[in-house]
């Protein structure tokens, strides 16, 4: 009962808080995957999303969590596995969580058998969820809350590690999402080749592996200019990442 309590206080916490990477960060992911999509792919993506744009449609599901009848996904967007543990060690949410879905996703994607409502909704959810599973907080250890507990300033201002990492990090640069696309940078044909054969539970282990970076904080908590130097190479690193893989995803299932 103890396990269930903290399962649901940590969906809690990171419904009402949490918006892996803000919209900029979700839109840029989008965008990268669009540009290293196949043109059958492309076709077939655009017109099922009905001339959307993967970047427009990133962060749906953040905007469905005002939708009652989507409460059921708020547990998606994250997983719980401490350390020392592997996914398949740790106690699973009955919800589910960001690992299953999106397995499950690409598999119902894959099999073809769902109503033209039902593959937008998919591909939505294959779209957001793919770029929450790099940012490290969304990978959490289930001591708190993701990040969301840890309290710390922000460039004076009362902020959490998790916010710090979804969107402060990004939106201090004053760039919009294209921009921030552009200074991303291609990766090169190997880079590519690696990222896109590398498993979701891979990309959950690599979010993993930068928790003590992520949690190297200073004692007084007040983080500004240092930490954004010492992180944000990690923060476009797993943008693109998770643009090139998102595309990976799509050409496999439609191209």
Known sequence: MKKLGSLFLLCLLLTSQAFAWGQNGHRAVGLVAEQHLS???KKKVMQLLEENTLAEV???MDDIKSDNAYDHTHDWHWVTVPDGQTYEEAEKNPNGDIIAKIEEATKVLKSGNLSKKEEQ???KYLVHLVGD????LHVGGGDDQGGNAVKVQWFYQPSNLHRVWDSEMIDGKNLSFTEIVRFLGEPTKSQIKQWQSETVRDWAKESMSYRDQVYNLPEDKKLGYRYAYENYDTVEKRLLQAGIRLAGLLNEIYG
Do not use: T
Not at 133 to 136: A, L, S
């Open 39 to 41: 043109k059958k792919a």
């Open 133 to 136: 599973i790099h940012q490290p």
């Open 121 to 123: 909704e998919y591909i």
């Open 58 to 60: 990133s962060v749906w």
